[in-house]
């Protein structure tokens, strides 16, 4: 519904696994960004792409690593993970980082509910 | 440091009731400000973008408005389907978001 889409929408993995969280967006945004949503923290901004370059990682541990192939897709890929990674991720998208509020306004998809046993 | 917060942490009020939520900013460069809501297991659905003081949006019962320090988000005559979290973020100068902890707001028929 907000054009932005994201699977899977639940994942429970062990600490030893590999997965990959993916995001699309069809609003034909430049702009990509994931987040991490804990309870009773705020968001915290993870990656950030413009036109398919990353612009942000703010001191993400190196288990955690972000694709952007293209302007529509966005990728987390996952290994090694501990328990403390469990949270809602979170994908965004915008129009681009040019500069202008409204064209930096985000627009979230539905998250993916990730549990590390 | 950029810094955001919001209050109250939780919010109940009796259909009809009207009250206002508080998103106070310190940041270096203030680019944008943003409101959202946020149902539970849902990602944030966007509400107001606002990028100069004196600013004010109005969507239905919700008007936001934004001064130097603070944005408020008013809401008028509230219904139960406005029960929900809402977030507030800012756009500082680089490219980074931040958000508050956001307001859980009840509203009892």
């Known amino acids: 519904e907000t054009g932005v889409t994201q699977t899977p929408r639940h994942l429970v993995m062990g600490m030893t696994n590999k997965k990959s969280l993916k995001c699309e967006q069809h609003?034909?945004?430049?702009?990509m960004y994931w987040y991490k949503q804990s309870a009773k923290k705020p968001l915290e901004l993870m990656f950030v792409?413009?036109?398919?370059?990353?612009?942000e990682n703010n001191s993400v541990p190196s288990r955690f690593s972000p694709e952007c192939p293209n302007s529509s897709h966005l990728f987390l890929h996952l290994h090694t993970l501990q328990p403390e990674d469990s949270a809602l991720y979170l994908c965004?998208?915008?129009?681009?980082?040019?500069?202008?509020?409204?064209?930096?306004?985000?627009?979230f998809g539905p998250g993916t509910r990730l549990l590390v046993l | 440091e950029d810094q955001v917060t919001q209050s109250p942490e939780a919010l109940r009020l009796q259909e009809g009731e009207s009250s206002s939520l508080n998103c106070s900013y310190t940041?270096?460069?203030?680019?944008?400000l943003f409101w959202y809501r946020q149902d539970p297991g849902k990602g944030p659905e966007f509400l107001f973008t606002?990028?100069?003081a004196g600013e004010e949006k109005e969507k239905e019962r919700l008007k936001a408005t934004l001064t130097k320090k603070e944005s408020f988000l008013h809401i008028t005559a509230p219904k139960p389907e406005d029960s929900a979290t809402y977030l507030c973020?800012?756009?500082?100068?680089?490219?980074?978001?931040?958000f508050g902890t956001g307001t859980s707001l009840t509203v009892i028929p």
């Open positions: 973020a800012v756009r500082p100068a680089g490219n980074q978001f931040y």
């Open positions: 965004a998208s915008s129009q681009d980082l040019s500069g202008g509020a409204l064209q930096e306004t985000q627009y």
């Open positions: 609003l034909g945004h430049n702009a």
């Open positions: 792409y413009n036109f398919k370059e990353q612009t």
């Open positions: 940041v270096s460069g203030l680019r944008g």
């Open positions: 606002l990028y100069s």
